[in-house]
């Protein structure tokens, strides 16, 4: 359905926030380049985190507190899956994605990221299983963060496989900063393994004395958006600063982002973290944010239905409640612009197997379809 009611009443907000021009024109978003309506699927989740597309037209939405809903027929089914494995929702942490194993029709497996109980609190885990009506089954788990930790801040996480069904993964630095830097944990780090769980032989650090083999990139803060490139197919991603440094990144193989040696953020008090905001060794962002906009789940446009965005990239914000549409010339940002500002918080961004894009928030619990108009 059209979302109406909801969306008049917004409707003030965006004029009230926007710096960019966006105007409002009954229920048609005005842009810079692509006027589009929001056609609203399902409203009244719970901190909704990532979503998933089966082939028989179902999706898979995962909601932060542990559940796993299905969208089906029009509507959210009323139980949620069953027999996911135990999740410990504390803090920013609980079931934060759900992806298909790029071979799907052949296999089954759906893939979930999320924050596990360990030895002493909770860690970042992921596993795969097969859905049986509405239970998960064959549940295995394919990997567990170390250290686990009592803190209840920065667990990534985003789940990406490439062309050849590896499996990249996240992890926050637990909100213990230091150990961004460190190659004997799991804080701070992209991951990389086989799609079955096991270690590639050529990962960067397998023969690094003292390092954890699973490890593709460290110096990360809190990575919670991440996809290939549609033509390169290079791994991109977005990341949480402090306060202020938000960054976009183009991940490279045993690359060193520099967290928390290096960052355009400073403390929540103020104080400062780093006089450095670049260092030799160190990988420079492609675009930084301050203020903070607190990135999210992104996505680059790749589908006809969106000829005026091509390439671009959506990343979706908790701060100011927008999508922010960014421009690239290569790999250099050309131009960036706020979409839905004050709306919501919003939460993640991604292409539907019609070619649509598909958007989650928070404050409001919101699924739906952007259309071209």
């Excluded at 609203?40 to 809903?69: C, K, Q, S």
């Excluded at 990389?192 to 803060?221: C, K, M, Q």
């Excluded at 306060?243 to 400062?272: A, C, Q």
């Excluded at 010339?329 to 292409?351: N, P, S």
Aim: glycine share 10%; hydrophobic share 35%; proline share 6%.
């Amino acid at each position: 359905m059209k979302l109406s009611v909801l969306f008049l009443f917004f409707a003030f907000v965006f004029f009230a926030c926007s710096d960019n021009n966006d105007t409002i024109q009954g229920d048609i978003i005005v842009t810079e380049e692509l006027n589009f309506s929001i056609d609203t699927l399902a409203t009244g989740l719970e901190n909704p985190w990532g979503m998933a597309f089966l082939p028989d037209g179902r999706i898979l939405i995962a909601e932060r507190p542990g559940r796993l809903r299905i969208f089906e027929n029009g509507q959210l089914t009323d139980d949620p899956v069953s027999g996911l494995p135990s999740i410990w929702a504390h803090g920013q942490g609980g079931l934060l994605d759900v992806v298909l194993h790029p071979e799907y029709d052949q296999n089954d497996w759906i893939y979930l990221a999320y924050s596990a109980p360990g030895d002493n609190g909770g860690t970042t885990a992921v596993a795969r299983g097969k859905l049986d009506g509405n239970s998960f089954t064959d549940v295995e788990e394919l990997f567990m963060g170390h250290p686990a930790s009592t803190g209840g801040a920065h667990f990534g996480t985003r789940i990406v496989f490439d062309e050849n069904n590896y499996m990249f993964f996240t992890i926050g630095d637990r909100g213990n900063m230091e150990t961004a830097q460190e190659l004997h944990n799991h804080n701070g780090t992209i991951m990389r393994l086989y799609d079955d769980g096991s270690l590639p032989a050529d990962n960067p650090f397998v023969d690094t004395t003292d390092a954890l083999p699973e490890i593709w990139s460290y110096g990360h803060r809190n990575i919670q958006g991440m996809q290939l490139h549609p033509q390169t197919g290079e791994l991109w991603a977005t990341e949480h600063g402090p306060k202020g440094g938000d960054e976009i990144n183009r991940i490279h193989k045993g690359g060193n982002y520099g967290w928390p040696l290096v960052t355009h953020g400073v403390n929540y008090d103020g104080s400062i973290i780093t006089p450095d905001t670049t260092m030799e060794g160190k990988i420079d962002p492609i675009l930084h944010w301050t203020p903070s906009i607190a990135p999210c789940g992104m996505s680059f446009v790749y589908t006809d239905q969106y000829p005026q965005w091509e390439n671009n990239m959506l990343v979706t914000a908790l701060a100011n409640q927008h999508i922010h549409r960014v421009v690239f010339q290569d790999t250099t940002v050309v131009h960036t612009e706020r979409i839905l500002e004050g709306m919501a918080r919003f939460r993640h961004v991604a292409h539907g197997p019609d070619g649509y894009l598909y958007v989650l928030t928070e404050n409001p619990g919101l699924f739906f379809r952007m259309i071209p108009e």
